[in-house]
């Protein structure tokens, strides 16, 4: 059946070069003598580390676990012993590092015990959960967590499935070649999927730059006889890969500034992440390898199966790196990215490694001021103005960028690669981007430090309140609890405090109770111990104290001293 195809705006027609790197068929790259594999190689939270240095672990163990859903876990691609988790470079431009888990392998390759999981009896949930601890990612670059994608969403679903096999990037053949090789199970797990998805067709687009893969892709469709399947060959202009051009030329639907191709019924998955579906469901297989093109300025440019964690240096070895080398890329020459260094290991984003020469790839001519042409904007497939974003950008008016839909732009190149005045557009883009975000997390750490700030506060204020009225409950309960004490008599408050109550009132009554023995004892003693002329002095003394006790009575005071005396038996 003849398929009805459309057409996006702007684009260019950049020379291919595909051609030196598609004659050999894909080889699997040997182990290097150590992996780095970073925990964070994707969209979303950074797994946390499941290993420890020392160490032994297998091939396929997992390594990093999924932070939250929005994360995908990590795995050894061999057996062998980590020696480090620490911070390594990183094959981004910053040149900054990251923790990685670094493993030096044993030569073994010892794989780890597949636990059988039957995806067909399993819920939508658990095959998304099994896909998130898997390691699948989108591998056209996006490295979106898979998972997240496959859900059928809101009301009314999925209506079409976009397989992305166009890969219009000069350079890069990765998926061309792995197409070509795995069309079958590239379009089984497609039909996973579709299924999960609950997707009324599946449309495989390929640039008919690619023939053998299309042909390969229509061959393996024939054969599983689906009638929803449809492999359909779109003209080579670049970037028909982008997500929102495929989906354009393929179903017609232009998916608007802000808005996502879901929010259409469309969903669209690289041709590589449909067979890392299928083989982590099939085969019980995580990701640990990728193909990766490697192109430009070396001797043998091929597609390697690369381990993931291999350093960059030790795969453009085997690629035979020219020595008038002057720069490496990750990606291609539209939109890949300067790396910072040979150490940087391949990770699940690496789709092609890209050597440059002065003659390859001539220096840029010097930045002309720009001239208001408009020819970046006819070549936009976003229907952006790129102008307009450039002088934002470059006046470092952010807000009026994001005006213009600066997030929009998929940094596809296209305006640079038509401007006369040689602007770098895109370097400009990727500034103003990272600025914002930049902005965005210090605003985020701010607004949490003053979140933070404030409900101390809170909590101080409540705290006194709280104190405050107890103090108060405690005032206005005293007037009431003495009255009552005083009402009662003597036995009652006894009663009301026994001993067993009080402990602390037992045991000065003990006290008492011995002082007292004591006392007794002691007088007891003196009365006893005393002479027949001591005891007459006391009697006197008595007599004495009692005569003086009855003047007092009477009203006489002459005899104080007398009584006085009377007081001091001794004398
Ligand atoms: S193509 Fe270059 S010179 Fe022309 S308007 Fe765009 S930025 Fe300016
Ligand atoms: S890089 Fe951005 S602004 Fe330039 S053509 Fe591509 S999408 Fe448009």
């Not at 492999?231 to 393929?250: D, E, F, H, S």
């Not at 309960?477 to 005083?486: H, V």
Request: glycine content about 8%; hydrophobic content about 40%.
């Amino acid at each position: 059946m003849l398929r009805k195809l459309f057409s996006f705006n702007g684009g260019v027609k950049p020379d291919p070069n595909k051609g030196a790197s598609t004659r050999e068929p894909i080889a699997r790259l040997p182990l290097p003598p150590q992996l780095i594999i970073p925990l964070h190689q994707h969209i979303g939270g950074t797994p946390r580390p499941l290993v420890k240095v020392g160490d032994r672990v297998l091939h396929g163990q997992r390594i990093g676990a999924a932070d939250g859903n929005v994360s995908s876990a990590v795995h050894a691609p061999t057996s062998g012993t980590v020696v480090a988790i620490e911070p390594r470079l990183m094959p981004h431009a910053s040149g900054l590092s990251s923790m990685a888990v670094v493993i030096e392998p044993d030569g073994q390759d010892q794989r780890i015990e597949r636990e059988p999981f039957d995806w067909h009896a399993a819920t939508p949930g658990e095959v998304r959960d099994y896909l998130r601890d898997a390691g699948v990612v989108g591998l056209g670059g996006a490295v979106f967590p898979s998972h997240l994608k496959l859900s059928p969403g809101k009301a009314g679903g999925t209506d079409t499935l976009v397989l992305n096999g166009a890969e219009c990037e000069p350079f890069i053949t990765c998926d061309d070649m792995l197409m070509r090789s795995e069309a079958e199970d590239i379009l089984r797990g497609a039909l996973v999927m579709q299924k999960m998805l609950a997707a009324k067709q599946v449309l495989v687009g390929v640039e008919d730059n690619k023939p053998e893969a299309a042909a390969a892709l229509k061959a393996a469709a024939a054969a599983l006889g689906h009638a929803s399947l449809d492999v359909v060959v779109v003209p080579t202009r670049y970037p028909a890969g982008g997500a929102k051009q495929l989906i354009r030329v393929l179903t017609g639907i232009e998916v608007p500034h802000g808005s996502r191709s879901t929010d259409y019924g469309v969903q669209c998955f690289n041709v590589a992440t449909a067979l890392a579906v299928w083989n982590a469901l099939e085969h019980g297989e995580p990701l640990t390898r990728r193909i990766v093109t490697v192109a430009g300025n070396v001797d043998r440019p091929r597609n390697f199966d690369v381990a993931i964690g291999t350093p960059i240096g030790f795969v453009f070895e085997h690629a035979g790196l020219k020595p008038d080398t002057d720069k490496l890329i990750m990606g291609g020459p539209m939109m890949g990215i300067p790396l910072p260094g040979v150490e940087a290991p391949v990770v699940k984003a690496t789709n092609c490694l890209l050597a440059s020469s002065p003659v390859l790839f001539p220096p840029p001519e010097p930045e002309l001021p720009c001239i208001r042409c408009g020819e970046c904007a006819r070549a936009c497939p976003a229907d952006l103005q790129p102008f307009e974003l450039y002088w934002h950008s470059r006046a470092r008016n952010f807000g009026r960028a994001q005006e213009y839909h600066l997030f929009d732009c998929i940094e596809c190149g296209c305006c640079a690669y038509v401007c006369p005045s040689h602007i770098p557009l895109v370097d400009y883009y990727r500034y103003a981007k990272s600025e914002i975000w930049a902005r965005e997390r210090d605003k985020d750490a701010a607004d949490s430090a003053r979140e933070r700030f404030e409900f101390r506060n809170w909590r101080a204020e409540r705290e006194k309140e709280e104190k405050a009225a107890k103090l108060a409950a405690r005032s206005a309960a005293k007037p009431a609890a003495k009255p009552a004490a005083t009402d009662k008599s003597p036995a009652e408050g006894e009663a009301a405090a026994t001993p067993a109550e009080d402990p602390k009132k037992a045991l000065i009554e003990a006290a008492m109770a011995r002082a007292k023995a004591q006392k007794e004892a002691v007088a007891a003693k003196n009365t006893d111990t005393l002479t027949p002329a001591q005891q007459a002095q006391v009697e006197a003394a008595e007599a004495r104290r009692k005569l003086a006790a009855d003047m007092v009575a009477t009203g006489s005071g002459e005899t104080t001293s007398e009584t006085a005396t009377a007081d001091k038996p001794t004398e």
